[in-house]
């Protein structure tokens, strides 16, 4: 069973930086690996929907980021590591929420989130 663990939450001043981690295990030998999956970030802030942040493409790399992060946050993986990254900088108060990670292929696996707040 895929399990992912985020990390690198926390509390934060406006116009701060933080880097989160996702680290994925339990992949099963030579039928999938962590490569073989787009890894995303999401956030969910209080009573909204689950928004997409951030998404890195398997294979390609290819990156994708919302309009109100762009410029602001990068995604990156090390598939060495099964681990995906989202560097954030000049955090603004409206990105407080709940983080998570998820690993889309043929079957969605999320992580439990790990808490941003931004506030002076």
């Known amino acids: 069973q895929v399990q992912l663990v985020e990390s690198g939450g926390g509390l934060v001043q406006p116009g701060g930086s933080l880097t989160l981690s996702c680290t994925a295990s339990g992949f099963t030998p030579d039928r999938d690996d962590f490569s073989r999956y787009t890894m995303s970030w999401y956030r969910q802030a209080r009573a909204n929907e689950r928004e997409l942040v951030a998404l890195?493409?398997?294979?390609?790399?290819?990156?994708w980021y919302a309009d109100s992060v762009k410029g602001r946050f990068t995604i990156s993986r090390d598939n060495a590591k099964n681990t995906v990254y989202l560097q954030t900088m000049n955090l603004k108060l409206e990105d407080t929420a709940v983080y998570y990670c998820?690993?889309?292929?043929?079957?969605?696996?999320w992580g439990q989130g790990t808490q941003v707040i931004v506030s002076s």
């Open positions: 998820k690993a889309g292929g043929p079957e969605d696996h």
């Open positions: 890195i493409a398997a294979f390609t790399g290819r990156t």
